[in-house]
């Protein structure tokens, strides 16, 4: 049955061995690169606007205008949301692995395409540039489900909860490269120009075309993690659960398995044949058999990552806004156009260091100790706390001496953000649904996720804009300010802690308890025996 099927106890009670941590790189690369490509636009977007919307005789440097900023920062969501359902869907089809290099190839070509962006008009830069970052969106949505469901597939009881989050841990690393390389980047060029700031020489504050290299160096960088590892996933075997229960092939499972483990599997076809043919495993994704088991756990995995998406994103697309807000980084006019980049990706990189990836590194070390539903609870509490702490005594916190104790509770709700929901909600829609189905669930709730980024990219551009009309950025209506918008994110956390009810603990258990398919078979084989047995927790 399930449960006794030789290969997935031998994978379920394996020692942590080297094949784990190979299959942690291989997939987190994947992840690495995802957070790179994503968050690295928003190091570049106030250089897009210097560079193509600029009018000199304006005493402030060009932003992009609404449209134009909201397309080419939530682009890249949209199509991170097409890819997570269709290659999620397409890894249930096709095999967890045969999907996997095409999602990576498209991350390479899309990098390098959308740093080439054709033609010199801002229309036609911004239009390539968009279309191209769709695309990349597209194959990284792909990397979601399918980096998710292979780790969870290859991974022991014991440490899964570890091995999956350290896979979405490297996008801590991502956003912290994409800092790094913007530094580099930037540094270089500013060192070679040395041109005055805009107040002083609005002419001269831009070289063009140099620092057009800039942006699109940053951005062609993606290209170069996602390549380094497409010829170690195509060396990758399909994953045991794939081959046996979805493809029903017995003997490659064990063969593959065999390799990977370094020990004798013996191909169960029988039993392989008995679990694929039961009737309670053939249930669909839209039948009332999958409503009963699994619905409200698809409800609570959609709901949290949605609320926690929409906070998580708004805050890291517009960190460069209210770092401004508090004077962090200091007004466009007082800087060249790199100059500008290195105090933004300075910025970035310091919350980076400081909360987001020891955030991502907490969760992998304690969620097999506390439970993925406890790390979420505690999440999304602390979230809606210093939120709170942020958004009700806002003018405090602008005030010169207190900018510092602002940085540090900002850093925090990051932090608990990391040790906390968003990697929960990537680990448990891994680990608790039918291995058919068990690639599209998880695109589905990663795609919820990524509804809630575009809600947050998109509304909170226009949310956080001041009340005042004198003080919104060029070209933007009134909106309720940060301190209201920081309200509202408060509030959407504290919903994410009444929705994580929904979502059942994961902690120890196999995979097929999880979904059901151990009990089913257990079942059948009491039918069968008339007797009773003990199922090995």
């Not at 992998?364 to 509490?381: K, S, T």
């Not at 702490?389 to 010169?400: C, G, N």
Request: proline residues 4%; contains cysteine; glycine residues 8%.
């Amino acid at each position: 049955m399930a449960g006794e099927l030789g290969v997935l106890n031998a994978l379920d009670i394996a020692k942590t061995q080297w094949y784990h941590f190979t299959a942690i790189v291989i997939a987190g690369m994947g992840f690495f690169t995802d957070a790179y490509d994503l968050f690295c636009i928003s190091l570049v977007t106030k250089l897009l606007g210097r560079i193509y919307y600029t009018d000199i005789t304006h005493p402030k440097p060009g932003v992009l205008p609404p449209n134009v900023q909201a397309a080419v920062t939530g682009v890249a969501l949209c199509g991170t949301l097409a890819g997570q359902l269709f290659f999620g869907w397409l890894g249930d089809k096709m095999g967890r692995k045969r999907v996997y290099g095409m999602t990576l190839m498209i991350m390479v070509l899309c990098s390098v395409a959308s740093g080439l962006s054709l033609g010199s008009s801002p229309k036609s830069v911004i239009a390539t540039l968009c279309f191209f970052r769709f695309w990349l969106g597209f194959g990284i949505g792909g990397d979601y489900p399918l980096s998710a469901t292979i780790m969870s597939e290859y991974a022991n009881k014991k440490t899964r909860g570890a091995f999956i989050a350290a896979v979405f841990a490297m996008q801590g690393f991502g956003i912290l490269a994409g800092g790094i390389v913007a530094l580099v980047v930037s540094s270089a060029f500013d060192h070679k120009y040395k041109v005055p700031s805009y107040e002083e020489d609005a002419k001269a504050s831009l070289v063009l075309p140099a620092f057009d290299y800039v942006w699109r160096i940053i951005l062609m960088f993606g290209a170069v993690p996602a390549g380094l590892t497409y010829y170690w996933r195509m060396k990758m075997p399909e994953t045991a659960r794939y081959t046996a229960l979805v493809a029903k092939n017995a003997k490659q499972a064990a063969s593959d398995m065999s390799k990977v483990l370094q020990v004798e599997i013996e191909a169960e076809e029988v039993k392989v044949q008995q679990i694929t043919e039961n009737q309670n495993q053939k249930f669909g994704l839209f039948s009332k058999e999958f409503a009963k088991r699994h619905g409200l756990h698809l409800v609570g995995t959609t709901t949290t990552w949605f609320l926690l998406d929409i906070a998580f994103y708004s805050q890291n697309l517009f960190q460069k806004d209210i770092f401004s807000a508090i004077g962090w980084i200091p007004p466009s006019k007082q800087m060249n156009a790199i100059h500008e980049v290195y105090r933004i990706a300075r910025a970035q990189t310091l919350i980076a260091l400081c909360s987001t990836v020891p955030g991502y590194w907490f969760t992998v070390a304690f969620i097999d100790y506390m439970g993925r539903f406890a790390i979420q609870l505690m999440g999304f509490f602390f979230m809606t706390v210093f939120m709170f702490a942020l958004a009700i005594p806002y003018d405090h916190w602008t005030k010169k001496d207190n900018r510092i104790g602002f940085v540090v509770i900002y850093s925090l709700t990051f932090f608990f953000a990391n040790f906390g929901p968003n990697a929960t909600t990537f680990v448990v829609p891994a680990e608790i649904f039918p291995a058919r189905l068990r690639s599209t669930c998880h695109g589905i709730s990663a795609a919820a996720g990524k509804a809630g980024a575009i809600v947050g990219a998109f509304g909170f551009l226009y949310a956080a804009q001041s009340k005042d009309p004198k003080k919104t950025d060029a070209g933007y209506p009134t909106g309720i300010g940060i301190k209201n918008s920081l309200i509202m994110l408060g509030v959407i956390n504290f919903f994410g802690i009444l929705l994580t009810l929904l979502v059942p603990e994961s902690k120890g258990k196999s995979l097929e308890e999880l979904s059901g398919e151990h009990e089913e078979d257990d079942a059948e084989a009491i039918e069968m025996t008339g007797s009773t047995r003990t199922v090995p927790v």
